[in-house]
């Protein structure tokens, strides 16, 4: 076999390219966009999700704009098994938190009116009319319908945002049972301002003469964040922040005002609790905060965190106890100047009874980090802090070693802008409660990326940094800070041939007692035949060379990237084999332009198999592109394919494994394994026995036994004795 590099083809794999987060210089109160701040789940397809999108930003820094020109297909067959299910099409569909920690899933209609080109505008524009919201349960069963018509007020104009807020609440607006939903707007409104508001609507609740659903709540805010605490009296008890900008400005600002013009400016955070009577939700909380003082850059951090930890819920609002900036009256200057006397304010809240208390407050020092040169010259502009910037709502440590209840620590990100670059260099550092630097993480990354969470072992990141000897991956222990293992980019496997280079595009998963990284290589192999071959090398979790798994793409590739996690490489993901199989996106070409875009599950090439074995390839159809992949691993799992054209969305459902029964499992008999018997209901073994689920996470655990009777049906991994087995619970 013979290894692509940019010297002998154009088709060379590349991890996809994306941007920089930038720093932004100031977040001018005046732009600001309170749409980006609205509650939003974790994107839930796999290519396009969080953590590939951190991924793809360690990609850029690593392998450089060298990705091909992409275009999508018109059509393409492919011969795969039939979906199970379809949704749609529909104008968007996606995924929303149900009850009981359900996904649930949903449809969009859009009634629109069409303006065409006219006079000086180019563009046809579509004002809303109707929207309409189809609901269906976590078995894809429907359950009811939402659908209202649009209420211009003043000078409104057009609609930007309309959009279901990802979670169905019960028992929070009113006091009934029926499950609420909430549809958020953004409206614009001339001369270019834009009013927002929140409408609720009861599922299959009272409508008015024309059909339409009656909003049962409304509030002239969008959702900020969403925390579901402990039921209360066998009700839900949700915390839900609604946010919103206002102004203590009065007048027009010119250079002598200007600076107070900026201070007013302000985010606004209204957090309400359940409704205890027909009166509707209450209102716990209600602060405001000068926009030039939120935490972070005032842009890309988020300001405020719901959590939940044991029976309590916690908010978390974080703020600079000074304006960011030094005092200045020029709008059009560029003389911006970090405040040097400042601090990082963590204000907890906590869920008392039916009421939100202030649980306590946290002063970190802000103190900017020049990252002098070697001639002693300042690199960066300014050094933001936060808490959030690293994992979000676990930047909140409940756990940590040294906190104590109710007192948590934090971990901090510090952002050095950089003005050469229009980036940010990140530090990160665990803070005590009383505001005390712990640990100090990592310095001055390019980039990070979380590895999943495995039982028995602490949550560890990635971290990117470039050294005297090029690119270099580091692996943190996030409770202890203490770095496990270091792997180069360019990675030596073989004393005998050169390095190789790696990917951003890493997981680790659980090996016995310990575990391994598996990273998507660098460049791919080409075989005899032509075949593009992607290769995935598995790392022990000391950095040491373990093996190399190949899997046959089939010919024409012009980019590929895979998708990894924990539970994507657990045993039996997607197949009831236990050949080791993977996940890619494919493009596709015959010639120099890219033709095909194509999902690919494939298992790894073997001495039985030797041109490997294709589990699914699915490219576009005549519902369209392939627009998200969602892979759902556990006691249901399936595989949600999205596919978008130019007018609708549909989903498919297929299940997992690919090759399994109907109920996306196989038949695999529960008998004696490796180290344990099952006797009925009850798995018994000597010493600890442990049942994993195939994501790895932890379902039962006991000393001598495990009473089977209260898990959920599904395969899962027993671990006895040392060693490993699969069984099947029905």
Request: hydrophobic fraction near 35%.
């Amino acid at each position: 076999m013979k290894i692509f590099t940019p010297k002998s083809s154009a088709i060379a794999l590349a991890v996809a390219a994306a941007t920089l987060a930038a720093g932004a210089v100031v977040s001018d109160p005046r732009d600001f966009d309170l749409t980006k701040l609205r509650y939003r789940v974790e994107p839930s397809s796999v290519f396009k999700n969080n953590r590939a999108q951190a991924v793809e930003r360690v990609g850029r820094i690593l392998d450089g704009d060298r990705q091909a020109t992409m275009t999508r297909a018109e059509a393409a067959s492919s011969e795969a098994p039939a979906p199970v299910l379809t949704l749609g099409p529909a104008n968007n569909l996606g995924d929303i938190d149900g009850p009981d920690g359900q996904r649930w899933y949903y449809t969009a209609s859009f009634v629109n009116e069409e303006i065409p080109p006219h006079d000086n505008v180019v563009f046809t524009d579509y004002i809303l009319q109707e929207y309409s919201f189809d609901i269906y349960d976590s078995d894809m069963k429907y359950v009811g319908t939402i659908k209202d018509k649009m209420d211009y007020r003043d000078d409104e104009v057009r609609v930007p945002l309309c959009e279901l807020t990802p979670v169905i609440t019960r028992n929070f607006f009113n006091t009934d049972d029926k499950l609420e939903l909430i549809v958020g707007l953004s409206v614009n409104a001339a001369p270019g301002y834009n009013h927002y508001r929140s409408l609720v609507y009861s599922l299959n609740g009272k409508k008015d003469s024309q059909g339409y659903d009656e909003p049962v709540y409304e509030i002239e805010r969008l959702v900020g964040d969403v925390a579901e605490g402990k039921a209360a009296g066998g009700k839900d008890n949700y915390y839900i922040t609604f946010m919103s900008d206002v102004s203590d400005f009065a007048g027009e600002a010119d250079e002598e005002s200007f600076w107070e013009y900026l201070c007013a400016q302000k985010m606004r955070f209204e957090i309400y609790g359940r409704a205890l009577s027909a009166e509707g939700p209450r209102r716990l909380l209600d602060i405001a905060i000068p926009v030039i003082q939120l935490q972070g850059d005032q842009e890309n951090h988020p300001s405020i965190i719901s959590t939940n930890h044991g029976d309590d819920t916690y908010i978390m609002i974080g703020h600079y106890e000074q304006p960011f900036y030094n005092r200045y009256d020029n709008p059009m200057s560029d003389d911006l100047t970090q405040r040097e006397d400042n601090n990082l304010i963590i204000d907890l809240y906590k869920s008392a009874g039916d009421e939100l208390v202030h649980s306590s407050t946290s002063t970190i020092p802000v103190v900017r980090d020049l990252m002098a040169d070697t001639d002693g010259n300042p690199t960066a502009l300014f050094s933001y802090y936060c808490v959030g910037g690293l994992r979000h709502r676990e930047d909140i440590l409940f756990d940590a070693p040294g906190a104590t209840a109710g007192k948590p620590w934090f971990f901090v990100t510090r952002s050095n802008y950089q003005i050469s670059t229009d980036s940010t260099i990140d530090s990160y550092f665990t803070y005590s409660h009383e505001g005390e630097r712990k640990a100090t993480l990592f310095e001055y990354a390019l980039g990070s990326t979380a590895m999943g969470d495995i039982a028995g072992f602490e949550p560890q990141q990635m971290f990117l940094s470039k050294g005297p000897w090029g690119y270099q991956f580091s692996f943190v222990d996030l409770y202890s800070g203490k770095t496990t293992a270091e792997i180069d980019y360019e990675y030596s496997y073989d004393p005998d041939s050169d390095a190789e280079m790696l990917t951003a595009n890493l997981a680790r998963t659980p090996d016995g007692k310990s575990y391994k990284y598996v990273c998507e290589m660098r460049y791919p192999l080409v075989d005899d035949q032509e075949n593009n071959i992607m290769r995935f090398i598995w790392i022990n979790a000391d950095g040491s060379f373990d093996h190399i798994d190949n899997v046959n793409m089939g010919k024409g590739v012009a980019y590929a990237q895979s998708y990894m996690s924990t539970g994507s490489l657990a045993p039996h993901a997607y197949s009831v084999s236990d050949v080791p199989t993977y996940m890619m996106l494919v493009k596709r070409s015959t010639s120099t332009e890219v033709k095909i875009e194509e999902l690919l599950i494939a298992q790894k090439i073997t001495a039985e198999m030797p041109e490997g074995k294709t589990l699914l390839s699915l490219g576009p159809d005549d519902k369209g592109a392939l627009g998200g992949i969602v892979p759902e691993f556990g006691a249901n799992p399936r595989l949600m394919i999205y596919r978008t054209d130019s007018h609708s969305y549909t989903l498919d459902v297929y299940n997992l494994p690919l090759d399994g029964d109907g109920a996306g499992v196989s038949d695999i008999a529960a008998a004696a394994g490796d180290g344990f018997t099952l006797d009925g209901t009850t798995l018994r073994a000597d010493g600890t026995v442990t049942l994993y689920t195939v994501a790895g996470a932890i379902a039962a655990s006991g000393e001598g036994s495990i009473d089977l009777s209260t898990v959920n049906p599904g395969i899962y991994i027993v671990t006895a004795g040392g060693k490993a087995s699969k069984i099947l619970i029905k």
